[in-house]
Nanobody, 121 residues
């Protein structure tokens, strides 16, 4: 059974940091790109960042550039999203997902259940 489990969300003040983790099982982790997505209330889900099969290729949407860092540890089947300088507008449910093509946001077939990030002013 394919599983992706996110953790690390929580309440943080604006300007603070959080590190999200995504632990995967049930598939060959090293064969898949991993993406982080988020969905705020009343908004569509959006891609935030993604990482290729190893650590060599990463991508960030404009909302994440310079503030978020994605990384992966294939030995632990885990992907991380380090978020710094958090803004109120970063508040959302964050999801990780596995797919074959990094930036094809609509082509991620495997999803986690999400972790809530709340940013207070």
């Amino acid at each position: 059974e394919v599983q992706l489990v996110e953790s690390g969300g929580g309440l943080v003040q604006a300007g603070g940091s959080l590190r999200l983790s995504c632990v995967a099982s049930g598939f060959t982790f090293g064969d898949y790109a991993i993406g982080w997505f988020r969905q705020a209330p009343g908004k569509e889900r959006e891609g935030v960042s993604c990482i290729g099969y190893d650590d060599s290729t990463t991508h960030y949407e404009d909302s994440a550039k310079g503030r978020f860092t994605i990384s992966r540890d294939n030995a632990k089947n885990t992907v991380y999203l380090q978020m710094t300088s958090l803004k109120f507008e970063d508040a959302a449910v964050y999801y990780c997902a596995a797919g074959m093509y990094m930036r094809r946001w609509s082509d991620y077939p495997f999803w986690g259940q999400g972790t809530q990030v709340t940013v207070s002013l």
